[in-house]
């Protein structure tokens, strides 16, 4: 299982991005999947998640900004992010979780610039 994100980048505060994240391989009873990101000299923390029956959970400093959503017959999950702020620099991870394994992506870089 290879997960492939993408559609980070470099844009101005207020901005919008729209990164995705691909699976591909045999992946079976996933329970959520979710973007995670990681700033220079901070901890990692949650962006958003998604689980197999819709239900969502943000990190506080994202709500009412980002929405996560997924396409099950793509096995793609997605990240709009809207009015962004330089605080929401760092690199974002896609995850996904089921019963058996944990996976993660390689990263996608974002930058918000002042």
């Known amino acids: 299982v290879q997960l492939q994100a993408s559609g980070g980048g470099l844009v101005q505060s207020g901005g919008s991005l729209r990164p995705s994240c691909v699976a591909s391989?045999?992946?079976?009873?996933?329970?959520?999947m979710g973007w995670y990101r990681r700033a220079p000299g901070k901890q990692g923390e949650l962006v958003a998640s998604?689980?197999?029956?819709?239900?969502?959970n943000y990190g506080a400093s994202v709500v009412g900004r980002f929405t996560i959503s997924r396409d099950n017959a793509k096995n793609t999950v997605y990240l709009q992010m809207n009015n962004l702020k330089p605080e929401d620099t760092a690199v974002y991870y896609c995850?996904?979780?089921?019963?058996?394994?944990?996976?993660w992506g390689q990263g996608t870089q974002v930058t918000v610039s002042s």
């Open positions: 995850n996904i979780v089921t019963s058996t394994l944990n996976y």
């Open positions: 998604i689980t197999s029956g819709g239900s969502t």
């Open positions: 391989g045999s992946i079976f009873s996933v329970i959520a």
